[in-house]
């Protein structure tokens, strides 16, 4: 027999909710799982963008593929944002879904 979390009352059968106190006393995972993989893929998606913006000294051009910028770092976007936009939507919808139920 398992204990809520919040109230300590015993309960008993499948249910989502306690009877007791009203909490939520499932032990789904997928709602953090969405999160953090939904907040990863945007970062994931965009992290070219930061390090060319941080390897590029102080008057160079950020978009310049020479010495004086990181854009190199931005083609990189041609793997990363797709990837982070799979993840991102994967994570919204396991996110989404487990609020649903």
């Not at 593929?65 to 944002?81: M, N, P, Q, S």
Request: aromatic share 6%.
């Amino acid at each position: 027999m398992e204990k809520c979390k919040r109230c300590g009352e015993n309960r008993v059968g499948l249910e989502r909710y306690c009877a007791n106190c009203g909490w939520d006393v499932t032990k789904n995972k997928t709602n953090l799982v969405g999160r953090w993989l939904s907040g990863g893929g945007c970062l994931l998606a965009l992290s070219p963008i930061a390090i060319a913006i941080l390897t590029t000294p102080i008057g160079g051009n950020m978009f310049s593929t020479g010495g004086d910028g990181g854009g190199t770092a931005l083609f990189l976007l041609i793997f990363t944002l797709p990837l982070g936009a799979v993840a991102s939507i994967l994570g919204l919808i396991l996110w989404l879904s487990n609020r649903t139920k």
